[in-house]
Protein backbone atom coordinates (compact mmCIF):
# COMPACT_ATOMS: atom_id res chain seq x y z
CA UNK A 1 0.00 0.00 0.00
CA UNK A 2 1.19 3.10 -0.90
CA UNK A 3 2.63 5.71 2.27
CA UNK A 4 2.94 9.22 1.10
CA UNK A 5 4.82 11.06 4.08
CA UNK A 6 5.46 15.09 4.33
CA UNK A 7 8.22 16.61 5.81
CA UNK A 8 8.12 19.11 7.91
CA UNK A 9 4.85 18.99 9.25
CA UNK A 10 5.14 22.70 9.91
CA UNK A 11 7.10 25.52 8.84
CA UNK A 12 7.21 29.08 9.78
CA UNK A 13 9.63 31.46 8.38
CA UNK A 14 10.12 35.29 7.62
CA UNK A 15 9.16 36.87 4.01
CA UNK A 16 11.70 36.44 1.31
CA UNK A 17 13.30 33.18 1.85
CA UNK A 18 13.50 30.13 0.11
CA UNK A 19 12.02 27.36 1.26
CA UNK A 20 11.80 23.02 0.57
CA UNK A 21 9.15 20.89 1.12
CA UNK A 22 9.61 17.05 1.29
CA UNK A 23 7.37 14.88 -0.05
CA UNK A 24 8.00 10.95 0.00
CA UNK A 25 6.46 7.75 -0.96
CA UNK A 26 6.85 3.94 -0.63
CA UNK A 27 6.05 2.23 -3.80
CA UNK A 28 7.67 3.96 -6.93
CA UNK A 29 5.42 2.73 -9.00
CA UNK A 30 3.69 5.48 -9.46
CA UNK A 31 2.01 7.39 -12.60
CA UNK A 32 2.60 11.04 -11.49
CA UNK A 33 2.92 13.44 -8.32
CA UNK A 34 0.73 16.21 -8.25
CA UNK A 35 1.68 19.24 -5.80
CA UNK A 36 -1.78 21.18 -4.08
CA UNK A 37 -1.78 24.73 -1.99
CA UNK A 38 -5.20 24.75 0.56
CA UNK A 39 -5.78 28.04 2.23
CA UNK A 40 -7.84 27.19 5.57
CA UNK A 41 -10.98 25.70 5.13
CA UNK A 42 -10.92 25.73 1.69
CA UNK A 43 -10.33 23.84 -1.23
CA UNK A 44 -7.28 22.28 -3.08
CA UNK A 45 -5.52 24.24 -5.67
CA UNK A 46 -3.16 22.18 -7.81
CA UNK A 47 0.08 24.12 -8.19
CA UNK A 48 2.03 21.50 -10.09
CA UNK A 49 1.79 17.51 -12.00
CA UNK A 50 4.84 15.61 -12.90
CA UNK A 51 5.01 12.87 -15.03
CA UNK A 52 6.36 9.95 -14.08
CA UNK A 53 8.81 10.54 -16.87
CA UNK A 54 9.58 13.66 -15.68
CA UNK A 55 12.52 15.58 -13.83
CA UNK A 56 10.61 18.53 -12.70
CA UNK A 57 8.32 20.89 -13.65
CA UNK A 58 8.16 24.98 -12.73
CA UNK A 59 5.54 27.23 -12.71
CA UNK A 60 6.61 31.28 -11.78
CA UNK A 61 8.36 31.10 -8.33
CA UNK A 62 7.51 27.29 -7.91
CA UNK A 63 9.71 24.17 -8.97
CA UNK A 64 8.53 20.55 -8.58
CA UNK A 65 11.31 18.09 -8.92
CA UNK A 66 10.76 14.01 -9.24
CA UNK A 67 13.36 11.18 -8.08
CA UNK A 68 10.97 8.48 -8.51
CA UNK A 69 13.68 5.94 -8.16
CA UNK A 70 14.41 7.48 -4.61
CA UNK A 71 10.41 8.18 -3.65
CA UNK A 72 10.70 11.85 -3.29
CA UNK A 73 9.60 14.75 -4.48
CA UNK A 74 10.65 18.58 -3.31
CA UNK A 75 9.03 21.61 -4.12
CA UNK A 76 10.87 24.71 -4.03
CA UNK A 77 9.36 28.11 -3.55
CA UNK A 78 11.64 31.01 -4.12
CA UNK A 79 11.33 34.24 -2.54
CA UNK A 80 7.81 33.73 0.25
CA UNK A 81 5.76 36.04 0.47
CA UNK A 82 3.32 36.26 3.02
CA UNK A 83 0.69 35.41 0.71
CA UNK A 84 2.45 31.71 0.19
CA UNK A 85 1.06 30.82 3.95
CA UNK A 86 -1.10 27.84 3.29
CA UNK A 87 -0.80 23.91 3.71
CA UNK A 88 0.45 22.13 0.48
CA UNK A 89 -0.26 18.57 0.07
CA UNK A 90 1.79 15.92 -2.50
CA UNK A 91 -0.26 13.36 -4.34
CA UNK A 92 0.91 10.19 -5.74
CA UNK A 93 -1.09 8.40 -8.52
CA UNK A 94 -0.33 4.98 -9.01
CA UNK A 95 0.35 3.06 -12.22
CA UNK A 96 -0.81 0.15 -13.58
CA UNK A 97 -3.34 -2.20 -11.18
CA UNK A 98 -6.68 -0.16 -12.45
CA UNK A 99 -6.87 2.24 -9.74
CA UNK A 100 -6.78 5.98 -10.71
CA UNK A 101 -6.47 7.17 -7.04
CA UNK A 102 -4.07 9.24 -5.57
CA UNK A 103 -2.52 8.98 -2.17
CA UNK A 104 -2.18 12.34 -0.53
CA UNK A 105 0.30 13.72 2.46
CA UNK A 106 -0.81 14.75 5.25
CA UNK A 107 0.68 18.35 4.20
CA UNK A 108 3.46 21.14 5.24
CA UNK A 109 1.56 23.86 6.99
CA UNK A 110 3.21 26.94 5.89
CA UNK A 111 3.53 30.32 7.89
CA UNK A 112 5.56 33.28 6.10
CA UNK A 113 5.37 35.89 8.17
CA UNK A 114 6.56 39.68 7.42
CA UNK B 1 -13.36 28.45 -17.78
CA UNK B 2 -15.26 27.92 -14.64
CA UNK B 3 -13.93 25.31 -12.11
CA UNK B 4 -15.62 22.28 -10.40
CA UNK B 5 -18.97 23.34 -8.61
CA UNK B 6 -20.30 22.49 -5.16
CA UNK B 7 -23.47 22.85 -3.39
CA UNK B 8 -24.26 23.79 -0.73
CA UNK B 9 -21.36 25.23 0.23
CA UNK B 10 -22.41 24.62 4.22
CA UNK B 11 -24.62 22.37 5.53
CA UNK B 12 -25.92 22.05 8.86
CA UNK B 13 -27.81 18.64 9.96
CA UNK B 14 -28.80 16.59 13.04
CA UNK B 15 -27.94 13.42 14.05
CA UNK B 16 -29.67 10.92 11.87
CA UNK B 17 -30.58 13.12 9.33
CA UNK B 18 -29.32 12.73 5.58
CA UNK B 19 -28.03 15.08 3.63
CA UNK B 20 -27.12 15.59 -0.56
CA UNK B 21 -24.42 16.99 -1.73
CA UNK B 22 -23.96 18.45 -5.50
CA UNK B 23 -20.89 18.02 -7.66
CA UNK B 24 -20.74 19.77 -11.10
CA UNK B 25 -17.38 19.39 -13.05
CA UNK B 26 -15.54 21.10 -15.59
CA UNK B 27 -16.75 21.14 -18.78
CA UNK B 28 -16.14 17.91 -20.78
CA UNK B 29 -14.65 16.01 -17.47
CA UNK B 30 -15.80 12.80 -17.53
CA UNK B 31 -14.65 11.72 -14.33
CA UNK B 32 -15.42 12.83 -10.53
CA UNK B 33 -13.71 11.98 -6.97
CA UNK B 34 -14.99 12.72 -3.62
CA UNK B 35 -13.40 12.84 -1.02
CA UNK B 36 -13.57 13.47 2.45
CA UNK B 37 -11.56 15.71 4.58
CA UNK B 38 -11.64 16.06 8.95
CA UNK B 39 -10.04 18.96 10.69
CA UNK B 40 -6.55 19.05 10.28
CA UNK B 41 -6.42 15.56 8.19
CA UNK B 42 -5.76 14.54 4.31
CA UNK B 43 -8.35 14.24 2.06
CA UNK B 44 -9.76 10.62 2.07
CA UNK B 45 -11.18 9.14 -1.06
CA UNK B 46 -14.70 8.02 -0.41
CA UNK B 47 -15.39 6.87 -4.38
CA UNK B 48 -15.15 7.57 -8.09
CA UNK B 49 -17.27 8.12 -11.36
CA UNK B 50 -16.12 7.12 -15.01
CA UNK B 51 -18.83 8.22 -17.86
CA UNK B 52 -20.91 7.24 -15.12
CA UNK B 53 -20.60 3.79 -13.70
CA UNK B 54 -18.54 3.79 -10.55
CA UNK B 55 -14.77 3.25 -11.23
CA UNK B 56 -13.47 3.27 -7.34
CA UNK B 57 -13.98 2.95 -4.21
CA UNK B 58 -12.60 3.62 -1.71
CA UNK B 59 -13.84 4.32 2.36
CA UNK B 60 -17.13 5.20 1.74
CA UNK B 61 -19.48 4.19 4.50
CA UNK B 62 -22.61 1.80 3.98
CA UNK B 63 -24.88 4.81 4.94
CA UNK B 64 -23.46 7.23 1.91
CA UNK B 65 -23.97 6.49 -1.73
CA UNK B 66 -23.30 8.51 -4.56
CA UNK B 67 -23.92 8.51 -8.10
CA UNK B 68 -23.34 10.15 -11.55
CA UNK B 69 -25.59 11.30 -14.01
CA UNK B 70 -26.53 11.67 -17.53
CA UNK B 71 -24.54 15.24 -17.30
CA UNK B 72 -21.63 13.99 -15.76
CA UNK B 73 -23.01 15.92 -12.11
CA UNK B 74 -22.69 13.60 -9.14
CA UNK B 75 -24.43 13.78 -5.71
CA UNK B 76 -23.26 12.17 -2.57
CA UNK B 77 -26.18 10.87 -0.30
CA UNK B 78 -25.55 10.48 3.34
CA UNK B 79 -27.68 9.05 5.43
CA UNK B 80 -28.29 8.33 9.43
CA UNK B 81 -25.43 11.10 9.86
CA UNK B 82 -23.19 10.63 12.55
CA UNK B 83 -21.22 13.56 14.38
CA UNK B 84 -17.87 12.02 12.99
CA UNK B 85 -19.22 12.81 9.61
CA UNK B 86 -18.52 16.74 10.33
CA UNK B 87 -16.00 17.33 7.73
CA UNK B 88 -15.23 18.96 4.24
CA UNK B 89 -16.12 17.05 1.50
CA UNK B 90 -14.46 17.71 -1.85
CA UNK B 91 -15.43 16.76 -5.34
CA UNK B 92 -12.91 16.56 -8.15
CA UNK B 93 -12.47 16.00 -11.38
CA UNK B 94 -10.27 15.07 -14.41
CA UNK B 95 -10.68 14.07 -18.18
CA UNK B 96 -9.87 10.20 -18.31
CA UNK B 97 -8.95 10.83 -21.47
CA UNK B 98 -6.28 13.09 -21.11
CA UNK B 99 -2.81 11.18 -20.05
CA UNK B 100 -1.92 13.14 -17.19
CA UNK B 101 -5.38 12.56 -15.25
CA UNK B 102 -5.03 15.86 -13.37
CA UNK B 103 -7.42 16.66 -10.73
CA UNK B 104 -9.14 20.02 -10.13
CA UNK B 105 -10.84 20.00 -7.07
CA UNK B 106 -14.27 21.96 -5.99
CA UNK B 107 -14.24 24.23 -3.49
CA UNK B 108 -15.64 21.32 -1.03
CA UNK B 109 -18.81 21.84 1.32
CA UNK B 110 -18.83 21.87 4.72
CA UNK B 111 -21.16 19.72 6.48
CA UNK B 112 -21.78 19.95 10.35
CA UNK B 113 -23.26 17.39 11.99
CA UNK B 114 -24.90 18.51 15.51
Known amino acids: KQEVTQIPAALSVPEGENLVLNCSFTDSAIYNLQWFRQDPGKGLTSLLL?????REQTSGRLNASLDKSSGRSTLYIAASQPGDSATYLCAVRPLGGGSYIPTFGRGTSLIVHP | AAGVIQSPRHLIKEKRETATLKCYPISRHDTVYWYQQGPGQDPQFLIS???????DKGSIPDRFSAQQFSDYHSELNMSSLELGDSALYFC?????????????FGPGTRLTVT
Open chain 2, 92 to 104: ASSLRGWEDYEQY
Open chain 2, 49 to 55: FYEKMQS
Open chain 1, 50 to 54: IQSSQ
